[in-house]
């Protein structure tokens, strides 16, 4: 083991990191810093510092960064209507450059000279966590136990901590693994892991089932100014409390479920469950005022990079110069993307009713089947004609 002086301890208070924490301390004889930000977890942030101290902790960081999540991590991929493989709106991708830029300017606050992390030799979460590591802080000395100790699975952690005395918050009522922040909640492991068997009923949290969801539906409607929501049915909101209302409306509705085989960053395929009812309306809201607002050209070219946009989010490289550059052409993008957009919630289902905007590039006008009208349906001939020539030309050769 590397010689290090304190270490700063990506912290949740579930059964990894409390193994960790403590196998830390016992591996590496120094302390151990727990540090967990809080990003929309909930009520189990409340118990998160006690549980940190029983365990062993030196020290325990708890800070609020729901606003900065929300306004500088899941704004911005809003604005680039990032998804990844056409389902998943990166819950958990754009939380982990948060953490671990906060954990380092933990790291710097405490005089750590090491970082450390809960995700498994398996998964994404260790290349985000170690990317932002290495792109802020290269200096620091980085622990991955996962990557170290020789315990295999979760059977092992359970034993691990029953022989230490932690507290163990796996139960066979929830064989899976949970993620929660003010985006979406996931689900992995356990019995997910069969990707033929439906998830259970009562797994979810955020969201009512479709068939449970009210049988009227509610319009809301969604303020945005230079592509971000700024208000919900009028009322101004703070970018954390904007979309965390919208999370209860659309949770209401069944809105957000998303269950999905993605492709990881180190090759495996893997089975995600998600709910995401705020962030799903908010890709619906924010699409149909772009598409009054944004140029064609402007639309098609941001289009076209969306999916290297988005895989950029998923593998990590939020603080990467490529993602800054994209992002920059995203934003300029975003300009004229002010507007409101009416939205039906129904069973599961977000329906757009409706869309304005003060910068709207649709012309009535010009679009009307009626006649009259300022657009001359005569100058379509020669358009075609021109457009047509090479198929013409290449139809000519064919003949001959």
Avoid at 250 to 277: A, F, Q, W
């Amino acid at each position: 083991m590397s010689q290090v002086n304190k270490i700063v301890l990506a912290y949740s208070g579930g059964l990894d990191t409390s193994v960790i924490l403590k196998w830390l301390k016992e591996t590496y004889n120094c302390p151990v810093v727990a540090f967990c930000a809080d990003i929309g977890q909930g009520a189990e942030v409340a118990e998160v510092a006690d549980k940190a101290r029983a365990t062993g902790a030196d020290e325990v960081f708890v800070e609020d960064f729901k606003e900065d999540f929300v306004r500088d991590f899941v704004f911005p991929i809003l604005r680039a209507n990032a998804i990844y493989e056409s389902s998943y709106l990166l819950g958990t991708s754009i939380a982990r450059p948060l953490i671990a830029k906060a954990q380092v300017d933990a790291a710097r606050k405490t005089g750590a000279d090491a970082v450390s992390h809960g995700a498994t030799g398996k998964g994404n979460d260790q290349v985000r966590f170690e990317l932002t590591y290495q792109a802020l802080a290269p200096d620091l000395h980085i622990i991955a136990p996962w990557r170290e100790w020789n315990m295999q699975g979760r059977e092992d952690l359970v034993a691990y901590a029953k022989a230490h005395g932690i507290p163990v918050p796996v139960t066979a009522a929830k064989p899976y693994s949970m993620d929660r922040n003010l985006l979406h909640l996931s689900f992995e492991g356990g019995i997910l892991e069969d990707p033929w068997a439906e998830p259970p009923a009562d797994m979810f949290v955020l969201t009512k089932s479709p068939e449970a969801a009210p049988d009227k539906p509610q319009y809301v409607e969604i303020d945005f100014e230079g592509g971000d929501p700024v208000a919900v049915d009028g009322e101004n909101l703070s970018p954390a409390r904007l979309l965390a209302r919208l999370n209860a409306i659309g949770g209401e509705h069944g809105i957000g479920r998303v269950d999905l085989v993605e492709n990881r960053y180190v090759g495996l395929k893997s089975r995600g469950v998600y709910e995401t009812p705020g962030g799903t309306i908010l890709r619906a809201a924010h699409l149909a005022v772009e598409s009054i607002t944004l140029d064609r050209e402007v639309m098609h070219l941001r289009d076209s990079l969306i999916p290297r946009y988005a895989e950029l989010v998923y593998y990590g490289y939020w603080f990467a110069p490529e993602r800054y550059a994209l992002q920059s052409l995203m934003d300029e993008a975003q300009k004229p993307v002010t507007g409101t957009a009416r939205l039906k919630l129904y069973k599961g289902n977000v329906t757009v009713a409706g869309r304005q905007s003060p910068n709207s590039l649709y012309r009535p006008d010009l679009a009307t089947f009626e006649a009259g009208g300022a657009y001359r349906q005569a100058d379509a001939t020669g358009f075609i004609r021109l457009n047509a020539l090479r198929l013409k030309i290449r139809a000519q050769l064919k003949e001959k």
